[in-house]
């Protein structure tokens, strides 16, 4: 139990530091207005999966926030060392976050289902 509180304690460091970076550190155009919304760590901190969303809905977009953010992964994970206390930073692997569309879509069946009524 205190191992998983340690890993979801990472994991949310690890969101607010990523997010702060993209702010301030990462100047790439493709990467402005990615948010980070959630991060899943493995049980033995090694690799990170950083779920992102954008506001834009275009494939073109979307791939280029994943290029960006790929490209960004070295500042990124300096960064990281520098401002967390850990033994090893872990790899990152980032993920479209599709809950948010997932939600959307769920949304929109209900009002249809209501409007048939």
Known sequence: MANSFRVDRVGMEIKREINEVLQKK????????????????????????????????????????????EKAKGTIKRELGRKLTLYKIPDLVFEKDQSIEYGNKIDQLLRALETKE
């Open 26 to 69: 990462v100047r790439d155009p493709r990467v402005q207005g990615v948010t980070i919304t959630d991060v899943q760590m493995l049980g033995d901190l090694s690799v990170a999966k950083v779920y992102y969303s954008i506001m834009s809905d275009l494939a073109s977009d979307n791939q280029k926030a994943q290029t960006g953010l």
